[in-house]
């Protein structure tokens, strides 16, 4: 009898754990995300400057304020290196991941930048006396914003260019140039 009772009792046991109460309220819905980006894959935003003693040889861009950046994001900036013509006849860009130096006669050029949640900004610095006009004057940057948690899970050279928009599904008529007034 002690062993019906027992069972019986472990069977009740059973039956009332595995109640479920009503479900409850829907929790907050997420932050928007900027126009013609779902943010998954990251952001690309080109700006263009000139460097020159006025601005400390440096380019500030504060990302907008309808864009969100998290401390674990990767940050990456690309510089338009040069141009070059393709077997077909069509003009294609070389784009750099920064920091590269550049050697010259008279010493080093080096083009870099650093970055936070907030804001990017692009320097040169240098051991050269007196910059030319091809090394700070309207100068072309990409600047890459990529969500480490989905960046974590592909097999992405970040350092090209052409391998980060093609996985951002990114393409020349979609980046969002922004103008640089320093």
Known sequence: MKTITRLLMILTL????ACEGPVGPPGPPGEDGLDGFDGENGY????EGTFSPTNDYSLYFAFPEDFTTYDTDIVM?????????????EWLDVWR????TYIVDEGLIVYNFDYTVGDVEIFIDQTVGE?????TDNQIFRIAVLPAEFWSTKSVDINNLDAVMKT????EKTVKKVSITK
């Open 77 to 89: 900036v690309y510089i338009l290196w040069d141009q070059v013509e393709s077997s077909t006849g």
């Open 44 to 47: 690309l935003f080109e700006i």
């Open 131 to 135: 910059l030319l006009p091809e090394e």
């Open 97 to 100: 991941a920064l920091p590269q």
């Open 168 to 171: 951002m599904n990114v393409s």
């Open 14 to 17: 059973a039956v009332f754990a």
